[in-house]
């Protein structure tokens, strides 16, 4: 089924093409949900958030982008809210641990028992290294680096100009780079 | 101070990211330091392969999850079908309260004949019943017409016991 057609009838209500739709776009949005907040359950969490802020406000879209792109900017607001709300409640209740429980949960495969800790630790680092930058530099790599989006896509998704997007990349590789340059020792 | 600004475009020179001039100064300033060179080979590595790691997968349930809530928030939003739920939900609280008054009414008013001493008195006296009835007595006989322990019964009667 084409783009137009999937839109056309979420825009009449028709129940039947939620599955399809799902089937098509949820591991996309589960991708970027789960680079945004680290967590396997708030990942699944922002989800559900999205697919149904998409089916209640379908009509809001005005169809001059890609229906992905209009997809990926309410995941990346969904989950940055989510973040804020965890950073506020975490600051409330004094708890300023990273939890970094879904950084682990990803699908193992036939690697030895060190490629398989050293896999995890790569995970580990790189993943914590991208949840410390600031919100905006984050989304961009997360965009950039695993979605493969063109610069262009990413500043219609965040909302900013060209130019902003490749200086929020710029800076925030090199802050990733200082961060990474700490673990030579364990890979040496 | 150089070493560090070098090390800082490391992820960009690894993307490409980098203007053609800077490039060359990287590369230059990597064949001349052992440590940087030592470091440009760990970020590498890295950055390369978690870029390779495959992409995590969401739990199959999460439709069924994502179904439900959306059904809880239609059923939400849409008056009637709240009205309707919320009825269903009074008419089977009333039932209840219905069948539970019911059984304590029905308690209350026969429970007394199903306690154990009334269960007593009344086997007791069906018993009684039948055996007279089944020997041809009238209320008020001892033992059996013609029985020969009517004699007996007569005579401890009379001697105030049973003697021999």
Known sequence: MEEKQIIEHLKNGDKFIYKYFYDQYVRMVYGVCFRMTSNKEEAEDAVQDVFIKVFNSINSFREDSKLSTWIYQIAVNICINKSRRKKAINFLSLNFCEDEKGENEMAADSLTPREEIEKSEIQKIVQGAINTLPAKQKTAVILSRYEELSYKEISKIMGVSLSSVESLLFRAKENLAKKLIRYKEIFQ | ?164
């Open chain 2, 1 to 164: 101070m150089k070493h560090k600004k070098i090390q800082k475009k490391f992820l960009l020179y690894i993307d490409g990211d980098l203007p053609e001039s800077e490039k060359i100064l990287i590369e230059q300033h990597l064949n001349e330091c052992v440590t940087c060179n030592k470091q440009y080979e760990v970020i590498t590595k890295i950055w390369k392969e978690e870029r390779k790691l495959e992409q995590p997968l969401p739990s199959p349930a999460l439709w069924y999850d994502l179904k439900n809530r959306m059904e809880k928030e239609a059923e939400k939003s849409n008056p009637a079908r709240a009205i309707v739920g919320n009825a269903k939900l009074l008419l089977n609280s009333v039932i209840t309260v219905g069948v539970v008054v019911f059984a304590i009414f029905i308690g209350s008013k026969f429970g007394s004949l199903l306690s154990p001493q009334n269960i007593g008195q009344s086997v007791t006296y069906s018993q009684s019943e039948n055996n007279r009835d089944e020997f041809g007595m009238s209320y008020f006989d001892a033992v059996p017409p013609g029985s020969l322990a009517k004699d007996v019964f007569i005579n401890t009667a009379n001697d105030g016991g049973l003697q021999k």
